[in-house]
């Protein structure tokens, strides 16, 4: 079985608002690419919500934000909110539309990140202070729009006529125990090994004591531990199908193990497509086949095809080049079906 600690779903289907729930199931807690309509999410979903990832405030991509606020009230969180520029403005918009004299002991906290190329602009809303806005700060642009102990994620902006962001995010390497070195050490199991493996990850030399025995740590890490990279999900929604965004597209999903793929029209219709600034169904494939995605997820059909949305799913998948629409079975992972599976070897 393929280890991941990912398990996305696609809240509202291929057809309904954008909002994409990634459960971190080794950590108690979820990740949400775009905030459509959630009455699909059950109340514990919505309370794992940590991070919300906006590609734009369209409001099919941005209507959720209430129905999040509302079930977020009353409970000390502190959610992060990653968007384009302007996305800082739209969320004191949402704050500001409610009274708020009756919070002052509340401990929720919305932290916005506002993305650009040149950097993030933070922005602290304090439910306790009525979610007037605090004192922004600027961080540096970087390689990751944001990193913890658990995950890493990258953004991209494509164009929709506005910026529209597209987000990969991976989960950090799994280090594996080999039972017999385990043995062969005489080492009994317990609380040492995620000691050993915090300080693998932080870096921390300090010998480890175990069992009235001291070990080096990159000694004992060497023969004890393996490691099993991280899987990653990366997320595009709304782009004009141009070779620019396409590109763009397939660089920040390089490898990944799924592609979340907005494919909005059929390729006959194009040119809508193009008024629009969407993808079609066979650009969202092209740009899973360049950027060597096992799992492509073409999602946002126009309503337009109403009882024809397999032709989408076939039309994707005959670019991307994988095995029939939507029956791409993903037995041994845990992970997201449907799905298409690149055929062409790539993992």
Same mark, same amino acid.
């Not at 950590?27 to 459509?36: Q, V």
């Not at 109340?43 to 509302?70: K, Q, T, Y």
């Not at 006959?268 to 600034?277: I, K, N, S």
């Given at each position: 079985?393929?280890?991941?600690?990912?398990?996305?779903?696609?809240?509202?289907?291929?057809?309904?608002?954008?909002?994409?729930?990634? +459960?971190?199931?080794?950590?108690?807690?979820?990740?949400?690419?775009?905030?459509?309509?959630?009455?699909?999410?059950?109340?514990?979903?919505?309370?794992?919500?940590?991070?919300?990832?906006?590609?734009?405030?369209?409001? +099919?991509?941005?209507?959720?934000?209430?129905?999040?606020?509302?079930?977020?009230?009353?409970?000390?969180?502190?959610?992060?909110?990653?968007?384009?520029?302007?996305?800082?403005?739209?969320?004191?918009?949402?704050?500001?539309? *409610?009274?708020?004299?009756?919070?002052?002991?509340?401990?929720?906290?919305?932290?916005?990140? %506002? /993305?650009?190329?040149?950097?993030?602009?933070?922005?602290?809303?304090?439910?306790?202070?009525?979610?007037?806005?605090?004192?922004?700060?600027?961080?540096?642009?970087? !390689?990751?729009?944001?990193?913890?102990?658990?995950?890493?994620?990258?953004?991209? $902006?494509?164009?929709?006529?506005?910026?529209?962001?597209?987000? $990969?995010?991976?989960?950090?390497?799994?280090?594996?125990?080999?039972?017999?070195?385990?043995? %062969?050490?005489?080492?009994?199991?317990?609380? /040492?090994?995620?000691?050993?493996?915090?300080?693998?990850?932080?870096?921390?030399?300090?010998?480890?004591?175990?069992?009235?025995?001291?070990? $080096?740590?990159?000694?004992?890490?060497?023969?004890?531990?393996?490691?099993?990279?991280?899987?990653?999900?990366?997320?595009?929604?709304?782009?004009?199908?141009? !070779?620019?965004?396409?590109?763009?597209?397939?660089?920040?999903?390089?490898?990944?193990? /799924?592609?979340?793929?907005?494919?909005?029209?059929?390729?006959?219709?194009?040119?809508?497509?193009? %008024?629009?600034?969407?993808?079609?169904?066979?650009?969202?494939?092209?740009?899973?086949?360049?950027?060597?995605?096992?799992?492509?997820?073409?999602?946002?059909?126009?309503?337009? *095809?109403?009882?024809?949305?397999?032709?989408?799913?076939?039309?994707?998948?005959?670019?991307?080049?994988?095995? +029939?629409?939507?029956?791409?079975?993903? $037995?041994?992972?845990?992970?997201?079906?449907?799905?298409?599976?690149?055929?062409?070897?790539?993992?």
């Amino acid at each position: 079985m393929v280890k991941t600690s990912f398990l996305p779903k696609l809240v509202n289907g291929q057809t309904g608002d954008p909002a994409l729930f990634v +459960d971190l199931l080794q950590e108690k807690r979820a990740l949400l690419f775009d905030c459509g309509n959630l009455a699909a999410l059950s109340p514990s979903e919505i309370l794992r919500i940590s991070d919300v990832f906006v590609s734009h405030a369209h409001i +099919d991509h941005f209507i959720g934000f209430d129905h999040l606020l509302r079930l977020h009230l009353g409970r000390g969180k502190r959610v992060r909110v990653f968007g384009p520029p302007g996305i800082t403005t739209c969320v004191r918009g949402k704050l500001s539309g *409610y009274t708020w004299n009756l919070v002052r002991h509340q401990r929720l906290i919305y932290e916005v990140h %506002e /993305w650009s190329p040149a950097g993030s602009r933070v922005t602290e809303f304090h439910c306790r202070r009525r979610f007037a806005p605090g004192p922004s700060r600027q961080l540096p642009p970087g !390689e990751f729009l944001w990193q913890d102990e658990h995950i890493r994620v990258r953004a991209t $902006a494509l164009d929709h006529r506005i910026p529209s962001l597209a987000f $990969a995010v991976t989960e950090r390497d799994f280090l594996n125990v080999n039972p017999v070195r385990l043995e %062969e050490l005489s080492l009994s199991p317990g609380p /040492w090994l995620n000691e050993l493996k915090r300080r693998v990850r932080a870096g921390d030399t300090a010998p480890l004591r175990i069992e009235d025995r001291e070990f $080096a740590v990159a000694d004992l890490s060497a023969r004890l531990l393996h490691t099993t990279p991280g899987r990653t999900i990366a997320y595009a929604a709304d782009a004009l199908g141009n !070779e620019a965004n396409l590109a763009a597209i397939a660089e920040l999903a390089r490898g990944a193990d /799924w592609l979340f793929c907005e494919g909005a029209f059929l390729e006959e219709d194009r040119e809508r497509a193009a %008024e629009t600034y969407h993808l079609t169904a066979a650009q969202a494939g092209r740009a899973a086949r360049l950027a060597g995605v096992r799992r492509l997820v073409v999602f946002h059909f126009s309503p337009k *095809y109403e009882g024809r949305f397999a032709l989408l799913e076939e039309e994707a998948a005959r670019e991307f080049g994988g095995r +029939d629409a939507n029956r791409a079975d993903t $037995a041994g992972d845990e992970g997201y079906s449907p799905a298409r599976e690149n055929s062409s070897g790539n993992s």
